[in-house]
Structures are given as structure tokens and as C-alpha cells.
């Protein structure tokens, strides 16, 4: 029986609107970043990887990816990439958020500052934050999820993953939790999925 839910953040409850000063470039690497991370050597692969878990390995990862994509990147850019201000939720965000009440609701992301402000300007509420900077692991690690259900005090098989991503999120499956995985686009272009995915399940 499910007794919690956990979402991911970026590109499932929050995410960013296509502003002018993000050029398509610069939009396009950050949504396929696949190609230029192969190009990366051992040391900036380690960076990469570890990139969730502090801001310095955050901005030295980015810098690298956008390097070997032939783009810059300015101090304003990375500061905007993280700036509280320019995240919003998706329109079914708090719909989805109530629909699990009475379930226990969660945050797994993996992010190198602190999103539970985006969520206090929203007022929206959830139960517990596992944030990769701090449980020190990312996903697609089963350590990520089990810490997760631990600040919930729930067991994997009682919680159901709902994310954008089906490496990252979808190793929920592997870690012993339910997944349901949505199809995302920036805030404005994507459909209401979130009910759906959690009517897939039983929830709401």
C-alpha cells in the first residue's frame, strides 16, 4: 500500500519559463547535455557527476559543459540558473500536492541549493526535502531514494517516485519504490500530467 509520494523537483513541480536572456543554445545543451559530457576527461567527468552536491562542483561542471559546447558562462547566468526567482511551478503543481493528502508528500531532488524557499513563496507545503547537497548522493543512487524514504519514515515499497527523467528518476524502480514517470516542458508549454500520473496509482 503506498503511503507517500516523493517528486522530483526540476522539470516535474518547478520549472523555468523560456526567457529571452537564455539563449537556444544555451537551452539546448542544458536539456541534452549528453553529447558534450562524453567529450569530457576523467577529471571533469568526476566534477560532472558531483555536480548536485556543491555549489563550487555546480558552477565548475556547467562552466565545462558550456565550454565544450563552444558557449560561455557568465557569473549573471549562473546566478540566474539558480535564483529562486526565475523557478516556477507548473500549473498543476499544487492540484497534485493536495491530491496526495493524506499521504505523507516528499521532495527527492538532485540540487546544489536550498529550493525550499521556492516552495514557502508558493505556499506549498510537503513533509520532508531530500536535497542532494545535503544527504550527500544523487540519484540515480538507491542510497538517494532510501534517504528519502527515511525522512519519511516510510519503506521504499510504500512510496510511489513521480519524475521527469527515466534515468535518474526512473531507478526508483531499482531502489524498491513505484515510479511514474511524466512528460515535461517549460512552465507554460506542458500539459496538467501530474493528476493523471498520480491516478495511475490510486492517488487522488
Known amino acids: ?72 558562462m557568465t557569473d549573471e547566468l549562473f546566478q540566474r540558473l539558480h535564483n529562486p526567482a526565475f523557478w516556477l511551478p507548473y500549473t498543476d503543481t499544487a492540484a497534485a500536492l493536495n ?48 534517504a528519502a524514504c527515511v525522512r519519511l519514515d516510510v519503506e521504499p515499497s510504500e512510496c510511489l517516485y513521480v519524475g521527469d527523467d527515466p534515468v535518474a528518476d526512473g531507478a526508483a524502480v531499482s531502489a524498491g519504490l513505484r515510479f511514474a514517470q511524466i512528460s515535461t516542458a517549460p512552465v507554460g508549454r506542458r500539459e496538467p500530467v501530474l493528476l493523471d500520473a498520480l491516478a495511475s496509482h490510486g492517488i487522488g
Do not use: C
Open 1 to 72: 500500500m503506498i503511503k507517500a509520494v516523493l517528486f522530483d523537483f526540476a522539470g516535474t513541480l518547478f520549472g523555468r519559463p523560456t526567457y529571452q536572456w537564455l539563449s537556444p543554445r544555451h537551452l539546448t545543451v542544458l536539456r541534452a547535455p549528453a553529447p558534450f559530457v562524453a567529450r569530457m576527461n576523467a577529471a571533469e567527468r568526476a566534477v560532472w557527476d558531483a555536480r548536485d552536491l556543491t555549489a563550487l562542483a555546480n558552477r565548475s561542471a556547467y562552466w565545462t559543459l558550456f565550454r565544450l559546447a563552444g558557449l560561455t
Open 99 to 146: 491530491a496526495v493528502k493524506p499521504l505523507k508528500v516528499g521532495v527527492l531532488s538532485n540540487i546544489s541549493w536550498d529550493i525550499r524557499r521556492v516552495f514557502a513563496r508558493e505556499s506549498l507545503a510537503v513533509d520532508a526535502f531530500a536535497l542532494s547537497y545535503e544527504i550527500g548522493v544523487s540519484k540515480p543512487s538507491a542510497r538517494a531514494f532510501d
